[in-house]
């Protein structure tokens, strides 16, 4: 458990800090452009490095990766200084690509971590207690901008606030350093979990093209790809389209903090003994279906009274009334539970998701790869959602586009969760398989 919370503060100082200013919209400028066209270029390069990563990870070790893609995170938050004071985006978007290649090589480390140190019986609370450390830095990422531009009148952040992300960032890269190395780590009961030593990169390259055949990972594209597709959207035509700036950051408070409650209650059903594992998962795609369709239906409500937010020229938004204050309880009230309830599906969906691939395997290896994928493919999604905003595709159809992503996703999602097994035993079997080999250096215990 040591392990998986440490890995979650990582992700605290890094991920969640490039969410909550990815909250903000447009990476809390006014012209989204720029921050539209930078997470292109990150999740371009993310595809690519999100299904390699796992390969990377099994040959380099977990400890100097993340340190590695921590720091990318900190170059980019900076980027934004250099776009407050230069005007010129260019720098921006090429940190986004570098922070692709970070954040696919840091998530497939994680995901191994989260996934393939706990015992079969509780993976689901592993994820939940990572999902809340993780997810409490999403939330004080939303308290900072609040804070810091509580009384300013303009629609972008201030220098303040890049500075505190970019140190932030940096502590959460050092501490990676602190994550104990594999062979050391022990699981709460004192067990040990078995890690296949791939010692070239020839092996790790096979089992990558082997993923794109798996039946299971192709089972997984639709989840995979709609699993972050809808950020853009709630990023930006919600969220930077129709609150202030300081109420952007109120509203992230509230989406992370969703998160963590909905990852909590979520665990008690994916790890509960008195029901199969195939009806646990069957339970839980119905309640992510039922979820999101609400979810989404408030949406249009919502989308049907406005066509655009607030423009480079100046502008406002054509949301009745202008853009909406946290203050302006009668205004806000609808709208800032409906963000909530946005981070209450995020959470749900990719819990759920996690606990799929967690479900599939024990084998660390795997585990890595199927991580990897399941972020690269994520992230083709992305990078897909983010040219839709910058290409400036009508609110209205973006929404559109998001729900029958929902759906499409939900139908091999119920397939896998029919096919879930009670146990993965391949642990052992794989073991045996390398032992057989003859090669000692194969197999550790860790």
Known sequence: MAQVVLVGFVCFLCPAMFNALNGMGGGGQVDRTTGNNANTALYCTFVVFGILGGAIVNLCGVRWTIFGSGLTYALYSGSYIYLNHIGNGAFTIAAGGLLGVGAGILWAAQGMIMVSYPREEEKAHYIAVFWIVFNLGGVVGGILPFAINYHSDTDSLSDGVYIAFVILECLGAALGLALAPPAKVTRDDGSSVVLVKYTNAGKEAVEILKLFMNPMMLALLPMCFASNFFYSYQYGPVNASIFNIRTRGFNNIFYWGAQMASAYALSFLLDNSHMTRRTRGLIAVAIVAVFFNAIWGGTLKLQLKYTHGPLPSGE??????????????????????????????????????????????????????????????????????????????????????????LGISLFPMFYMAATLKDHSDDTEETKSQYMAEGDDDTVKQV
């Open 316 to 405: 406002t938004t054509d949301y009745p009334g202008g853009l909406i204050d946290f203050l302006d309880s009668k205004r806000a009230a609808g709208p800032i539970i409906l963000y909530t309830l946005y981070g209450v599906g995020d959470a749900l969906y990719q819990n759920l998701a996690y606990w799929i691939i967690g479900s599939l395997t024990n084998d660390n290896q795997k585990l890595s790869r199927y991580a990897g994928f399941y972020k690269g493919i994520q992230s083709l999604g992305a990078t897909v959602a983010w040219q839709l905003d910058a290409k400036n595709v009508s609110y209205m159809n973006q929404l559109i586009g998001n729900w029958v992503l």
